[in-house]
């Protein structure tokens, strides 16, 4: 994605929703699937229709969503909120390996 100074963390969520709707398109049989996101903001944007930052990265969410559901209209996707830095492990997981990355 790039520095924080070229990309806010809302805007980083707003990505790991993208990549998450990739992975499952690659993966057929799933018939239903959750994503874990730990910015209310974030989850709040995606579930909100009216312009707002990072608009084109929402469009680009909705325009993903939208075309897996077109090809498998039975595929339910639920976002939810986790808290961040509260010890879950699976959430101290992803903080680490986006550190990193970053």
């Known amino acids: 994605m790039g520095t924080t100074e070229e990309h806010t963390v809302f805007e980083a969520e707003i990505a790991g929703a993208i990549l998450a709707l990739d ?25 909100s229709p009216k312009a707002q930052p990072g608009q084109y990265l929402l469009s680009t969410f909705h325009t993903l969503l939208r075309r897996l559901h077109r090809i498998r209209t039975t595929l339910h996707v639920r976002i939810h909120w986790v808290p961040a830095h509260v010890e879950i492990q699976g959430n101290e997981i992803v903080d680490a390996h986006t550190k990193e990355a970053a």
């Open 23 to 47: 992975i499952i398109k690659a993966t057929p049989r799933l018939t239903s699937t959750d994503i874990f996101m730990d910015c209310q903001h974030a989850i709040a944007a995606i579930a």
